[in-house]
């Protein structure tokens, strides 16, 4: 069913983020995975992963259009 597939995705997000080698980086004062980043802000995850893992940006500058 729908629900099913949807159930494991998010289960298999949630499995992704708790990984010991899940990057990390802090915004407002929390930590995040590049993925709860992007869920949190609505910013695409490749672009905040290539902004702040490869171009160094910070996070707040990675989030801008």
Request: aromatic content about 8%.
């Amino acid at each position: 069913t729908r629900f099913a597939v949807v159930a494991m995705r998010q289960a298999a997000a949630e499995q992704a983020n708790n990984r010991k080698n899940s990057r990390r980086v802090e915004y407002q004062g929390r930590e995040y995975t590049i993925r709860e980043l992007s869920d949190l802000t609505g910013a695409p995850y490749a672009r905040l992963r290539d902004r702040v893992l490869k171009l160094g940006w910070s996070v707040e500058r990675a989030i801008q259009p």
